[in-house]
């Protein structure tokens, strides 16, 4: 199976801020996608295809990158996006694997 | 509008058999463009794809369950179903059937029900 290795693993930022959130394939893929996850909910899809924009989506949130390294970035960050992020990979696909997600709290 | 919403036992006890339905409406399970996927989540870690079963009944399997596991379809009820033998507790978690979507970019989850969330206790 293809590994998915999010970083950081935390991170604390204020609103207003610009978050980065990285995620590393442990081959080379050309489909990832990204989900936000608040307490107590389902995932919700943001991202697909590295960098299309789900619909409904603030576009505040982007994604790109390509082959094994790919990022999420929040361009100002807003009290409801306080969660867990995670990313997907279909490249192996019928087997999709998920990051171990990235926290993002408040400072 | 289209949703997802899974159901079963809370509780079930180590050895045992669990069963879990996932009730869909707003789309059909005989359309060959999505599935329907189960996907678990342990307390307080992350996601975890188990199982898929598409249109016309081809079904896949995460290779370290795939011994536990069965996905089935009911298209005329709009249900799929998962089971999963000899549970354990670390089997305990919230799982999670989700839409699985084909577009030009690849496949993705793209709705997603609430979850229901599972405990394996004697």
């Known amino acids: 199976d293809i590994q998915m290795t999010q970083s950081p693993s935390f991170v604390s930022a204020s609103v207003g801020d610009r978050v980065t959130i990285t995620c590393r394939a442990s081959q080379g893929i050309s489909w990832l996608a990204w989900y936000q996850q608040k307490p107590g909910e389902a995932p919700k899809l943001l991202i697909y295809?590295?960098?299309s924009l789900q619909s409904g989506v603030p576009s505040r949130f982007s994604g790109s990158g390509s082959g094994t390294h790919f990022t999420l970035t929040i361009s100002s960050l807003q009290p409801e996006d306080f969660a867990i992020y995670y990313c997907?990979?279909?490249?192996?696909?019928?087997?999709?694997?998920f990051g171990g997600g990235t926290k993002v709290e408040i400072k | 509008q289209v949703t997802l919403k899974e159901s079963g036992p809370v509780l079930v006890k180590p050895t045992e058999t669990l069963t879990l339905t996932c009730s869909v409406s707003g789309f059909s399970l005989s359309d060959p463009r999505m599935g329907v996927s189960w996907i678990r989540q342990p307390p307080g870690k992350a996601l975890e794809w188990l199982a898929h079963?598409?249109?016309?009944?081809?079904?896949s399997y995460s290779t370290s369950l795939k011994s536990r596991l069965t996905i089935s379809k009911d298209t005329s009820k709009s249900q799929v179903v998962l089971m999963m033998t000899n549970m354990d507790p670390v089997d305990t978690g919230t799982y999670y059937c989700?839409?699985?979507?084909?577009?030009?970019?690849?496949?993705?989850?793209?709705?997603w029900g609430r979850g229901t969330l599972v405990a394996v206790s004697s």
């Open positions: 079963i598409f249109s016309k009944d081809k079904k």
């Open positions: 295809g590295a960098s």
């Open positions: 997907q990979q279909a490249n192996s696909f019928p087997s999709l694997t």
């Open positions: 989700a839409r699985i979507l084909w577009t030009s970019v690849g496949w993705h989850f793209d709705l």
